[in-house]
């Protein structure tokens, strides 16, 4: 069974531009969820899918921030325009039920920097 | 609010020792609670995880955690260390909010293992 997929696995832009982050779930999974972790702190939630509604989005920063998920499949996390604090490594994860005690299964994740 | 503390930055332990990463938490109601680990430009690897039931829970790659509900504490521990146990952990909080799955991440233990 594959994992979850993202791409790319780096991206280095300049302050203003903009940048389209992919995720592609597990097979079968309903659930997708994007964290993102800044330099030496904790990773941090940002938003959770079930199939292609926003279940919730409490942890988007701002409105810079664009979370799709069209047809419940792949995810794409557009942020625009960029800024220098975007800067981490954002996660994506997914889980087949929307049970609390569900294990959320993780991507390598893409490593954003903006110069 | 949900938290979690990994008190260490880093832990040094030699190969062959048993290791302990500490994890606390605060959380309202029961909690669920998670270990993952990071390997050098890998994802987050799901280890194990507490629901209910026993307090041992064992996962893998030969490791183990104990939840203590009167100390709120979620110790990972392994009997004997390796050196390709040289990772990242995070231990992470699942509350019980309705309609809530996100986990709650601490900010990262550092364990290094010498040869």
């Known amino acids: 069974e594959a994992g979850v997929t993202q791409f790319p696995s780096h991206s280095v832009i300049e302050k203003g531009q903009t940048v389209t982050l992919r995720c592609d779930p597990i097979?079968?999974?309903?659930?997708l969820y994007w964290y993102r972790r800044v330099m030496g702190k904790e990773i941090k939630f940002l938003l959770h899918f079930v199939k292609e509604s926003k279940q919730d989005e409490s942890g988007m920063p701002n409105n810079r921030f664009l979370a799709e998920r069209t047809g419940g499949t792949y995810s794409t996390l557009k942020v625009q325009p960029a800024e220098l604090e975007d800067s981490g490594v954002y996660f994506c994860?997914?889980?087949?039920?929307?049970?609390?005690?569900?294990?959320?299964?993780f991507g390598p994740g893409t490593r954003l920097t903006v110069l | 609010a949900q938290s979690v503390a990994q008190p260490e930055d880093q832990v040094n332990v030699a190969e062959g020792n048993p290791l302990t990463v500490k994890c606390t938490y605060s959380v309202s109601g029961n909690p669920y609670l998670f270990w993952y680990v990071q390997y050098p430009n890998r994802g987050l690897q799901f280890l194990l995880k507490y629901i209910t039931g026993d307090n041992l829970v064992k996962g893998s790659y030969g490791f183990e955690a104990e939840f203590n509900k009167s100390q709120t504490s979620f110790h990972l521990k392994k009997p004997s260390a390796l050196v390709s146990d040289s990772a990242l952990y995070f231990c992470a909080v699942r509350g019980h909010t309705s309609g809530t799955y996100k986990y709650i991440f601490g900010t990262g233990t550092r364990l290094k293992v010498l040869a």
């Open positions: 994860a997914s889980s087949q039920l929307p049970r609390a005690g569900d294990t959320q299964y």
């Open positions: 097979s079968g999974h309903d659930n």
